[in-house]
């Protein structure tokens, strides 16, 4: 549901406006909106900043690494539109305000890029601000999708950072919450609807991210070649919101499995719903943003995608 929100940040005012209807964006990127990867299926809408990684814009660096080059750019009042809350989306906007450190946010941000990019291939243990991009998420884990929670997020990194020795009790925390959150998605993947030849898997409801889980590495060849994995696709219907996650390990699996382009071949076959197409980019994507799919259709999506398997389709050829 829109939502038009006029608040203030470290004494700054800010315009945010969460979710339009598709056909206000340009209108409001004409009122010096900054649009943050505000993708819409398989459109995706940008000012001259081209802050988004998705469909067209799929090789590009995440937004927030983009952001880096507007680093304190806007003014006050901050005009900003996004649709999702996650770490890259709101480091953009925190970048774009300049309200951390440069030198704080070109290494934040080159980290978040890198789990928003390719999770599968990163360790939180390898980075400088692992602890704290993990406290990030593991407390809005919980945060339902608004305008307000984009925002909270906001504040919260600001929090992280500038009061880091309130938060270094709960580092501890981590584990647990990591520990649960496997837990619960092995018992997902045990549940998991397989697709032809088991490549690609369904799984609903999908209740905790495990991608990292349920894709099952196979140490004996390259992460980058099909045999490096058990599953090539995993199509999780989020039990939290009722979208549709799709996955790939990564872009060259992606690729291999669905062509040059990965995954962006496969969304336009896949159902829209209250006109609104699927999207993404060649490794990960999904459902329309907002809109709840229904468990029934969900046969049908597993069908279409196992039959788009390049490798099936050439083996049988």
């Known amino acids: 549901m829109k939502e038009f929100i006029s608040t203030m940040c470290r004494g700054r005012e800010i315009h945010f406006v969460w979710k339009p209807e598709r056909d206000e964006i340009p209108g409001y990127i004409s009122q010096e909106f900054v649009p943050i990867e505000m993708a819409e299926g398989k459109e995706s809408f940008v000012d001259f900043r081209c802050l988004d990684h998705h469909n067209a814009y799929s090789r590009l660096p995440s937004a927030c690494v983009t952001a880096l080059e507007y680093y304190g750019t806007i003014g006050s009042p901050a005009r900003l539109m996004a649709n999702h809350t996650d770490a890259d989306c709101v480091l953009t906007g925190l970048t774009l305000m300049g309200l951390l450190p440069l030198d704080v946010l070109e290494k934040l941000n080159a980290e978040v890029g890198i789990l928003d990019g390719d999770p599968l291939s990163a360790e939180y243990s390898q980075f400088t601000y692992g602890d704290a991009i993990q406290l990030w998420k593991m407390s809005m884990m919980s945060a339902k999708q608004s305008g307000w929670s984009w925002l909270y997020g906001l504040q ?19 584990s647990d919450s990591k520990r649960e959150r496997v837990r619960l998605a092995l018992e997902d993947y045990g549940k998991a609807v397989p697709g032809k030849g088991q490549k690609v898997l369904l799984i609903t409801p999908s209740r905790a991210n495990g991608f990292d889980v349920q894709f099952h590495r196979q140490s004996d060849f390259p992460a980058d070649s099909l045999n490096g994995w058990r599953h090539w696709c995993i199509i999780a219907h989020i039990a939290e919101t009722g979208n549709v996650t799709l996955s790939c390990p990564n872009r060259s699996v992606a690729e291999l499995a669905f062509g040059p382009g990965g995954l962006l071949n496969v969304y336009p076959k896949l159902p829209a719903l209250e006109g609104k197409e699927w999207g993404g980019r060649e490794s990960v994507g999904g459902s329309p943003r907002g809109v709840i799919f229904p468990v029934e259709l969900l046969p049908g999506v597993l069908d279409v995608i196992a039959n788009l398997l390049r490798f099936f389709v050439e083996e049988e050829l």
């Open 156 to 174: 919260l990194f600001l929090d992280i950072f500038r009061n880091a020795g309130y938060y270094s009790e709960l580092k501890g925390k981590i």
